[in-house]
């Protein structure tokens, strides 16, 4: 069995191994004519299922044959052009050259003396990232593994630092007060099309979902700071310690982004951490035509990015960013075993001492390779051509009368439904734009993905693919009208 272990001895099948692994791949990405076949649980499980873990293959060729058949043939495929469902990007190759030297050399980057190289890498890559938000010189951060993790570390911080200074000031005014006391009156603002994270980070935290003071949206899909101004001062009125304003950079369903100016002017107002969610919006610190969109981010105490979003790169590859590199304390623990306190004093740069998690992959040398081979500017024109494609499909929905269409997107989603004439109920139309995505899904011809609008089903285009035209949405809204109005033409039938 140690013919399988990867060194010095077993460098040419390594080699041949992965050489036969990238063919198979590469071959399925030359012929992939939809984005997945359309196979179901029901079909797919079993096969799975009838699999003897206990008994190997033991030739690398069979198993990647076998691989075929369970994985490779029926696999989602994100670089199709009719993949229009989740916020999954294409990836390039530069990342992916990335990930074959990460997986292989295998550093861990929570100590130095496991990731010579990789950490100090990981560490360039954040301060350039702290520059192009403009968070300052005591800027810092670490990379995730993805935007739930980020939105909860930055969350994390924002709690502890809201403590340490509410009971700081208890203590200098002669008052007892303990982070027990403390924690029930604390508070996290959010818009109504915030990222779920937020309210489960709450919970995680020890503060319940209903910590989350929901937000109202205007009708771009925006926070309304009017309403967030009078939620801020009712917290005061009620002794209630608003720990964080949660500003949104491009929400997961509509890609709005709200108003970053006038949230960091009320939560400076009212001495509250304000955490950026740019997990989705990202993308515009690199572009070349865009950036202004995130004006006011570098107000932000903290920023989650996703680079696996918006930056074209494998999952998983994120990060949270901070102003104050001293808040990421709270955050700290030192273990004799593996970061000891003196480590710290000789200025050995152990990455654990800024994580929440302790093994952690070099899922910066991704973008490294990214920005080395194609650079900035070059994601950034990626990115743009896709908001692009959003602004002309929504002028294909705009006029198109089977649909309606909720905003002009700002980034690169549009969220819409098909509205039938002929007054039918609300429901039955709900039904039937609920059973366009499935059929859709199920034919292997497309993918969409779906969400809820004032409590209405609708349907919603995730553009993240350059390569994706308008020719292709043309085709998706053809194909999901036909689903819609069959099943609504069985279903009057039905009921008649």
Known sequence: MRSHLLNETTADLYRRSVTEGVDRVAAKLATTERPHTGISVDELAPVINGIDLDKPLEDPAAALDELEEVYLRDAVYFHHPRYLGHLNCPVVIPAV??????????????TWDQSIGGTLIERRLIDWT???????????????????????HALLLARDEACRIA?????????????????????????????????????MLGMGYEAVISVPVDLSRRMDTSALALELESCAREGLVPMAVVATAGTTDFGSIDPLPEIARLAAEHSTWMHVDAAYGCGLLVSPTRRHLLDGIEHADSVTVDYHKSFFQPVSSSAVLVRDRDTLRHATYHADYLNPRRMAEERIPNQVDKSIQTTRRFDALKLWMTLR??????????????????AAGWQLLDADPRFEVVVRPTISTLVFRYVPGGGLRPDLVDEANLHARKALFASGEAVVAGTKVDGRQYLKFTLLNPQTTTSDISAVLDLLAVHAEQYLGASLAVHS
Not at 373 to 390: H, K, P, Q, R
């Open 97 to 110: 050259l990335g990930e074959a030297v990460l997986s292989a050399v295998n550093s861990s980057l929570d």
């Open 130 to 152: 702290a520059g192009r938000i403009g968070l300052g010189p005591r800027a810092d951060g670490v990379f995730t593994s993805g935007g739930s993790q980020s939105n909860f």
């Open 373 to 390: 081979v194609m650079g900035a500017d070059g994601i950034g024109s990626l990115f743009d051509e896709v908001i692009d494609l959003a």
């Open 167 to 203: 009971l700081q000031r208890a203590h200098a005014e002669g008052r007892d007060l303990t982070k027990a006391e403390l924690l029930p009156r604390l508070r996290i603002l959010a818009s109504e099309a915030s990222h779920f994270s937020v309210r489960k980070s709450a919970a």
